[in-house]
């Protein structure tokens, strides 16, 4: 039968279990069940249970109102997560954060000497300072691989791999933020292998 454990495997805030039961109780009929997975370090997803019958081997984890599915294979990976949901510009969502996801830095290249070196270095601070604090949470990390000719190559780990939203983070976010602040960049290319992930989700 399934298994009853404290919710501290999965601290979630108030405004995310607000929005959780919005979503529910919009459901027809009402919906009182969730299913969160981790398939591997860093990478969460949520999905509706309707039929609101766990399987034999999941944690079931009572919050006010709804209850959380886990499977025995996602609880390693979400032990010590929370979830948050975020507002944003765009009208925000829901935000995984575990302190145990901590993803592996890829070794960083030296710049080259000259104005491509200079810009180089720029680049850099950017991602270190603004962007990989970000995709962190996310188990997520964005390495620089080459800058020549105003093309910046980046290669995207972690979490970031294979994600279905991998292209939208690059072009719409990262781009977007360096470019507003070198304008000597001129675009950014993607040179991760997503297929080699482990996100099935993801579609080139």
């Known amino acids: 039968m399934e298994r009853e454990v404290d919710e501290v495997l999965l601290e979630i805030t108030d405004a995310a279990k607000e929005k959780i039961r919005t979503v529910l109780e919009g459901q027809e009929p009402v919906v009182r069940t969730i299913r969160v997975s981790a398939p591997f370090r860093g990478k969460y997803s949520m999905s509706l249970e309707p039929d609101e019958t766990p399987t034999v081997d999941d944690t079931v984890l ?17 032990d010590g997560a929370s979830l948050n949901w975020v507002d944003t510009a765009a009208g925000g969502g829901f935000q995984f954060d575990n302190p145990n996801d901590v993803p592996q830095q890829a070794a960083k290249k030296e710049p080259p000497a000259g104005p491509e070196g200079a810009i180089w270095r720029q680049i850099q601070e950017v991602l270190d300072e603004q962007v990989n604090p970000a995709v962190a949470s996310h188990g997520g990390v ?62 080139p």
Request: aromatic letters at 10%.
């Open 62 to 78: 009572d919050y006010d109102g709804f209850q959380v599915f886990i499977d025995t294979r996602s609880q390693r990976y979400l």
């Open 142 to 203: 964005i390495t620089l691989i080459e800058y020549k000719d105003g093309v910046a190559y980046m290669k995207m780990g972690g979490g970031c791999q294979g994600c279905s939203s991998a292209s939208a983070t690059l072009k719409q976010g990262v781009e977007r933020i360096l470019r507003d602040q070198i304008p000597e960049l001129v675009e950014i290319l993607d040179v991760t292998d997503h297929a080699g992930g482990r996100n099935p989700y993801y579609a």
